[in-house]
């Protein structure tokens, strides 16, 4: 219980580990560490009207 109170009072290390963790996978890319929330949103954008229609909800009311 103790490492668990501790690892949570550490929780800049943990965020710098994690931003240096992607800016180091996408160094190369042109689009660089916003690519990870680019691709989320299309897939957002693309799977919503997608089960939209596969459950014939649409977004008016």
Known sequence: MN???EALARHQ???SLGWN???GRYRR???GPFW???S???TISA???LYGSLFSSG???
């Open 36 to 38: 990870i929330t680019i």
């Open 47 to 49: 799977m919503g009207p």
């Open 3 to 5: 490492d668990l109170k």
């Open 29 to 31: 890319s042109v689009l």
């Open 59 to 61: 977004s008016e009311n």
């Open 40 to 42: 989320m949103g299309v």
């Open 21 to 23: 963790d992607v800016l």
């Open 13 to 15: 290390l943990w965020i």
